[in-house]
Nanobody, 124 residues
Framework: EVQLMESGGGSVQAGGSLRLSCAGS????????IAWFRQAPGKEREGILC????????NYDESVKGRFTISSDNAKNTVYLEMSSLKPEDTAVYYC?????????????????WGQGTQVTVSS
């Protein structure tokens, strides 16, 4: 059974940094594209960054360019989201999701497996 578990959320002041982790189990690293999504209060869930065998890294949110990076540790089957220069508008629940295959997607409905989410709150 494929399972994903996020960790690393919390509360920070604007300008601060956080690193989120998405630990995967039940599959082999590289079999799935792994993406980070976020959902702010009253808004739809949106894709941020994705990493996959075929695409490498895909950025779906221009607002995080230069501030957020995605990386993976295949030995640990873990994908990270490094966030810096955080802004209050980054406040959201952050989710990681897995899509079987080599290709990334920004479409939530295409992802088969989701973590439970981790809250990130950025205060001004």
């Amino acid at each position: 059974e494929v399972q994903l578990m996020e960790s690393g959320g919390g509360s920070v002041q604007a300008g601060g940094s956080l690193r989120l982790s998405c630990a995967g189990s039940g599959f082999t690293s590289g079999e799935y594209a792994i993406a980070w999504f976020r959902q702010a209060p009253g808004k739809e869930r949106e894709g941020i960054l994705c990493i996959s065998t075929a695409h490498g890294i895909r950025n779906y949110d221009e607002s995080v360019k230069g501030r957020f990076t995605i990386s993976s540790d295949n030995a640990k089957n873990t994908v990270y989201l490094e966030m810096s220069s955080l802004k209050p508008e980054d406040t959201a629940v952050y989710y990681c999701a897995a899509l079987w295959g080599e290709y990334c997607s920004s479409l939530t409905y295409q992802y088969n497996h989701w973590g439970q989410g981790t809250q990130v709150t950025v205060s001004s």
